[in-house]
């Protein structure tokens, strides 16, 4: 049998980054994209508690 | 004010609900226990092969990646058809989920595939061997569609261009599964564990790479689940914005 335990370890840790980078990657966009809606419902409160706010 | 979004309740309407939310839930949760399991199992409890050595078990996480990526691919043309059929955003949206997803299963397919091959092969990549080729075409056109989604603006036109790009996607995948019987240059074995009759692997290795299909299926589900409940935050997200510029 040879001697293969490096390729074993480099096989299981690349998965597992490239697994864990996605699960992060989800995790950040979820977080910006949550602070986008809770701004937009802030502007929105604002403006409907003061009109002279909205645009146009 | 623009109008609600088709597929999206109530409750998902509501930013302070939508927030408090989170995209990982217990069924992610249960997939990582599955996949920590699994490598467990597989990397402690589990044989080694008598010619390979260790570097076969990456076997358990090279062959579910792409079971995982085929899953991934299929759902994303089945929800394409459904998009092109009923104009359904949600099959749209669950499609370019399944998509993105797939891709990561791929890139792992791919590259555990390498290291593998490195050693055992010999070379890191052979381009004749048609089942590595056709692969790596799947992975460009799964790319291509995600980069079409991303350069089109009007909803309507980037769901159905992307939409036919996903079907012909998925019709490379039965080529890739068939491309050991139908093309002699190849690499790639014969298949090994799911032979009818009489599998060409010990009871031990049979039930780690039967539990790797259980626990990356299980796995790709619970992304797909996040990368969906993702894409309602966008949606939501863009129309709120726009509803901010319209007032």
């Known amino acids: 049998m040879i001697d293969t335990h490096a390729e074993m370890v480099a096989g299981y840790v690349v998965a597992t980054v490239i697994y864990i980078g996605y699960v992060v990657s989800l995790w950040l966009r979820a977080r910006r994209v949550r602070g986008v809606i809770l701004s937009a419902a802030k502007n929105r409160s604002a403006s409907e508690r003061d009109p002279s706010l909205r645009s146009g | ?247």
């Open chain 2, 1 to 247: 004010m623009t109008a609600p979004f088709r597929g999206t309740t109530p409750q998902q309407r509501d930013p302070q609900a939508l927030v408090a939310k989170p995209i990982f839930d217990w069924f992610f949760a249960f997939a990582v226990v599955a996949v920590i399991v699994l490598y467990v199992r597989a990397l402690a409890f589990t044989p080694p092969d008598a010619l390979q050595g260790l570097a076969q078990k990456i076997y358990y996480v090279h062959i579910a990646a792409w079971l995982g990526a085929y899953t991934a691919i299929g759902i994303t043309a089945l929800m394409s058809i459904v998009y092109l059929w009923l104009h359904d955003e949600r099959a749209d949206r669950l499609g370019e989920a399944s998509a993105e997803v797939g891709l990561v299963f791929l890139t792992v397919g791919l590259t555990t595939g390498t290291i593998w091959a490195h050693r055992i092969w010999g070379a890191w990549w052979v381009w004749w061997d048609m089942r590595l080729t056709l692969t790596l075409f799947l992975w460009f056109i799964v790319a291509a569609y995600l980069v079409l989604r991303g350069g089109i603006e009007d909803p309507g036109m980037r769901g159905r261009y992307s939409a036919v790009l996903a079907v012909l996607a998925a019709l490379l995948i039965p080529f890739i599964h068939l491309s050991v019987y139908l093309f002699s240059a190849r690499l790639h074995p014969m298949p090994v564990a799911l032979q009818p009759g009489r599998p060409k692997m010990s009871p031990e290795m049979l039930t780690t790479f039967l539990g790797s299909f259980v626990a990356f299926i299980i796995l790709c589900i619970a992304l797909i689940r996040a990368r969906y409940r993702l894409g309602v935050l966008r949606d939501i997200a863009s129309a709120a914005e726009i509803d901010g510029d319209a007032r």
